[in-house]
């Protein structure tokens, strides 16, 4: 079984520049979750996605935003970038979290210069 | 905030069990607690979670205070491939906004 895969592997972006980040949850899965990790430091939570609708979002200003299609594959984008942006992209998948936990996937490391 | 308390780091021997304590003075009666660990460059990965009662499974064990204010993650016998960071969660009944803390770094010694 595939797991949750995310692209690109690695993007670097110059400040001001927008980002699309992807997310292909496990098959079956329908909820996807997406989080940020500055180096060093624990997951912050971004977004939670869920048979298409946006169900929850962190302390995130509204620049990051995102969408889930009707394959329950996401994106997340990033406008305006900032320096600070820089981060690794977590997504993960869940067919329900409280029972069976989350996937994550590898991430994406976004540079911003 | 994170709703966990863990030591920030820990060390181990190889092939010796291993305790990573947490605290979760707060927690509600529907939370369940999670733990996940993430290896260097990788994201994190399911351990194991559990509600009330202590849990068993291939990769570890988790003990789960009487008053669900603390648990245990056991490893049973540490090996090198255990070194990373380990977070303990809290998965409320209702929502899926998780809040990961800083988790704590294992060190296992040869």
């Known amino acids: 079984e595939a797991g949750v895969t995310q692209s690109p592997t690695h993007l670097i972006k110059t400040r001001g520049q927008q980002a699309t980040l992807r997310c292909s949850p496990i098959?079956?899965?329908?909820?996807v979750y997406w989080y940020q990790q500055a180096l060093g430091l624990g997951l912050q939570f971004l977004l939670w996605?869920?048979?298409?609708?946006?169900?929850n979002r962190g302390n995130f200003p509204p620049r990051f935003s995102g969408r889930q299609f009707p394959n329950y594959s996401s994106e997340l984008n990033v406008n305006a970038l900032e320096l600070e942006d820089s981060a690794l992209y977590l997504c993960?998948?869940?067919?329900?979290?409280?029972?069976?936990?989350?996937?994550f996937g590898s991430g994406t490391r976004l540079t911003v210069v | 905030d994170a709703k966990t308390t863990q030591p920030n780091s820990m060390e181990s021997n190889e092939e010796e069990p291993v305790h990573l304590p947490c605290n979760h003075s707060?927690?509600?009666?529907?939370?369940?607690i999670h733990w996940y660990r993430q290896l260097p460059s990788q994201g994190p990965e399911y351990v194991i979670h559990?509600?009330?009662s202590n849990v068993n499974n291939r990769m570890a064990s988790l003990a789960i205070a009487e008053d669900r204010k603390s648990s245990t993650l056991i490893l049973h016998r540490a090996t090198l491939r255990d070194a990373a960071v380990y977070y303990c969660?809290?998965?409320?009944?209702?929502?899926?906004?998780?809040?990961f803390g800083k988790g704590t770094r294992l060190h296992i010694l040869p």
């Open positions: 993960a998948s869940s067919l329900d979290s409280r029972v069976y936990g989350y996937t």
């Open positions: 098959s079956g899965h329908t909820s």
């Open positions: 996605y869920d048979e298409g609708e946006e169900r």
């Open positions: 707060t927690i509600s009666g529907t939370d369940y």
């Open positions: 559990g509600l009330t």
């Open positions: 969660i809290l998965r409320p009944h209702r929502d899926d906004k998780i809040i």
